[in-house]
T-cell receptor
Framework: DGGITQSPKYLFRKEGQNVTLSCEQN?????MYWYRQDPGQGLRLIYYSQIVNDFQKGDIAEGYSVSREKKESFPLTVTSAQKNPTAFYLC????????????FGPGTRLTVL | EDQVTQSPEALRLQEGESSSLNCSYT??????LFWYRQDPGKGPEFLFT???AGEEKEKERLKATLTKKESFLHITAPKPEDSATYLC?????????FGAGTQVVVTP
């Protein structure tokens, strides 16, 4: 089955630690995205990548970093510089054009202790 | 500034009671309006894309429509399994701008 996987489903982090969230897709999609979702708010774009070895900042990139070394993978690192990292993180992918529908993974819930 | 606003924030329906959700947008260079369904603790599931005013799309009990300034998601004779949060998003030059969603609860 084609789809997007995210791991882990739940993640706990101590303040001051960096943590990396995994996102893998086997849909052969060119574009991948990371969003953050907080209660009562819409999804906010952190980073996106339209092609391997290239990525752009979204609306709330501060305190986050990404890499895109393979077409299938787009890991997100939440650094200690992110002041309020507790949230639900969603990865998505699309064929390539911005008007193609995005398909989402199941999400990772990050809690900072 | 690009903005997508959904109303109401929450909607409680009796099974079979039809209703509509609103999504108003001020997105420059809008190229597509997307509707998603999201169940608690899960990723959004794609429903529809609308590209031009006057366009309509249907899927089971859901119908989405688009005007120049807003989109509606009509739920006809809903069932309890239609309970979810419905998200709309406008595409603007390569990025999606999401609304906060409408939480729909359908009771038997």
């Amino acid at each position: 089955d084609g789809g997007i996987t995210q791991s882990p489903k739940y993640l706990f982090r101590k303040e001051g630690q960096n943590v990396t969230l995994s996102c893998e897709q086997n849909l052969n999609h060119d574009a991948m995205y990371w969003y953050r979702q907080d209660p009562g708010q819409g999804l906010r774009l952190i980073y996106y990548s339209q092609i391997v070895n290239d990525f752009q900042k979204g609306d709330i990139a501060e305190g986050y970093s990404v890499s895109r070394e393979k077409k299938e993978s787009f890991p997100l690192t939440v650094t200690s510089a992110q002041k309020n990292p507790t949230a639900f993180y969603l990865c998505a992918s699309s064929m390539g054009s911005s008007w193609d529908e995005q398909f989402f993974g199941p999400g990772t819930r990050l809690t900072v202790l | 500034e690009d903005q997508v606003t959904q109303s109401p924030e929450a909607l409680r329906l009796q099974e079979g009671e039809s209703s509509s959700l609103n999504c108003s947008y001020t997105v420059s260079g809008l190229r597509g309006l997307f509707w998603y369904r999201q169940d608690p603790g899960k990723g959004p599931e794609f429903l529809f894309t609308l590209y031009s005013a006057g366009e309509e799309k249907e899927k089971e009990r859901l119908k989405a429509t688009l005007t120049k300034k807003e989109s509606f998601l009509h739920i006809t004779a809903p069932k309890p399994e239609d309970s979810a949060t419905y998200l709309c998003a406008g595409d603007s030059w390569g990025k999606l701008q999401f609304g906060a969603g409408t939480q729909v609860v359908v009771t038997p």
